[in-house]
Every structure is written in C-alpha cells, then in structure tokens.
C-alpha cells in the first residue's frame, strides 16, 4: 500500500498569511494527488485534484503542485473560512489512501 | 444538484452487521463509480472501497482493514449504493461517508459527498 504522509500535522496563522502543506507518497504516484479541506461537523470538500486543478467553485488563493512523491497545497492569502483541516489522497492505485491531515488553526 | 443522502446508521454488538444504504440523486448513477470513507471520532479519513460502474465491469475494491467483512453493492434502478457490514469491531466505529468516485474530475477523486452516517460499535 501506498503510505502519505502529510507535515506538519498542525499550523497556527493569521488572516493574510501565506500558508503552505507537504505531502509525500511512499512512492512515485504521478500527479494522482488530491486535496479535501474539512470544516469541524462537515464532511470534506474537493478543493484540488491531480495535483493541481481546481475543483470548481473553489477560491484561486488555493494551489497544488508537484509531481512524482513530494506535493504541495498552497492557501496564498489565508482567508477567515480557511481554518479547517487539510487532507491529501493519493489516487494512483488502490486502496486509495489519505495522510494523516493538517489543522490550520488560528494563531 | 447531485445530492448524496446516507442512511442506516446505529449502535451495533461487536460481531453483529448492519447495512448502510446511500441515496443518490442529481446525476446519472449507473454511470458513476462510487467510494465509502470512514472517519473514526477525532480521527483522519479512511478510504474503505469503492465500486466501478457496471460499464466498466462493476468491480469492487477494499482497503485491507474491511476486506471479507464489509461488502460495497449497488442498485441502478432505486439509484442507491449499499454497504453490508458483518462481523462489525470496536474498530468499525465512524462516520460513514458516501461519494461519487471521479462525477465530473479526471482522473477520479472523491468529487461529491453525503452528510455521513455514524456506526457504533459497542457492547
């Protein structure tokens, strides 16, 4: 199986800040990389998928890059609704499988 | 509007079952490969299988925790995904979430999600 392994576990930041989350794949996975973002009580929403396209609907200050085993999910200007946790998935074979999630909390 | 409604949730004796149902609505089922995630409380998300489409072969695939006792079905014409849970752990215990596999994004991702239904597994 193919372990994800997302750093750090937990951020605190400010509104405005430039926000950055990593995610490394046991192994090579091309660019089947997603990312959900899930708010406390709700369940997750699709902000990026193959590594790098954006869900419909959602805000352009998200971005995702990399390739191969090492990826990233960039909030460029962290915004109020923002705070939740981050979640990658790899899509490349199965069982699928998520890290281990990022909570961006408030600095 | 894709609208995923799950249902079915509850307590359960360890070693009991249970059947959680997923109604679909909003887009055309019988195309869509579907997936459950489970979400232990105070815990990460966990992939539990998935189901293709019968087009593509209507094949299954779980993660390693759940293969042998919990089994992914479809119905195509009630548009309603199934999860049979049999021999159920203490370790079963989540919210349970059901989601289109890949609806409008290639290549696959969980695109849409239920609200989730909680399975408790406790004596």
């Known amino acids: 199986d193919i372990q994800m392994t997302q750093s750090p576990s937990s951020l605190s930041a400010s509104v405005g800040d430039r926000v950055t989350i990593t995610c490394r794949a046991s192994?090579?996975?091309?660019?089947?990389l997603n990312w959900y973002q899930q708010k406390p009580g709700k369940a997750p929403n699709l902000l990026i998928y193959?590594?790098?396209s954006l869900q419909s609907g959602v805000p352009s200050r998200f971005s995702g890059s990399g390739s191969g085993t090492d990826f990233t999910l960039t909030i460029s200007s962290l915004q109020p609704e923002d705070f939740a946790t981050y979640y990658c998935?790899?899509?490349?074979?199965?069982?699928?499988?998520f890290g281990g999630g990022t909570k961006v909390e408030s600095k | 509007e894709v609208q995923l409604v799950e249902s079915g949730g509850g307590l359960v004796k360890p070693g009991g079952s249970l059947r959680l149902s997923c109604a679909a609505s909003?887009?055309?089922?019988?195309?869509?490969?579907m997936s459950w995630v489970r979400q232990a409380p105070g815990k990460g998300l966990e992939w539990v299988g998935r189901?293709?489409?019968?087009?593509?072969?209507?094949?299954?695939d779980y993660a390693a925790p759940v293969k042998g006792r919990l089994t992914i079905s479809r119905d195509d014409s009630k548009t309603t995904l199934y999860l049979q849970m049999n021999s159920l752990k203490t370790e079963d215990t989540a919210v349970y979430y059901c989601?289109?596999?890949?609806?409008?994004?290639?290549?696959?991702?969980?695109?849409?999600w239920g609200q989730g239904t909680l399975v408790t597994v406790s004596s």
């Open positions: 189901i293709k489409s019968k087009t593509d072969g209507g094949t299954t």
């Open positions: 909003g887009f055309t089922f019988s195309n869509a490969w």
């Open positions: 192994q090579t996975i091309s660019s089947y």
């Open positions: 989601t289109t596999d890949g609806l409008v994004v290639v290549p696959p991702a969980c695109d849409y």
């Open positions: 193959a590594a790098s």
């Open positions: 998935q790899q899509s490349y074979s199965t069982p699928l499988t």
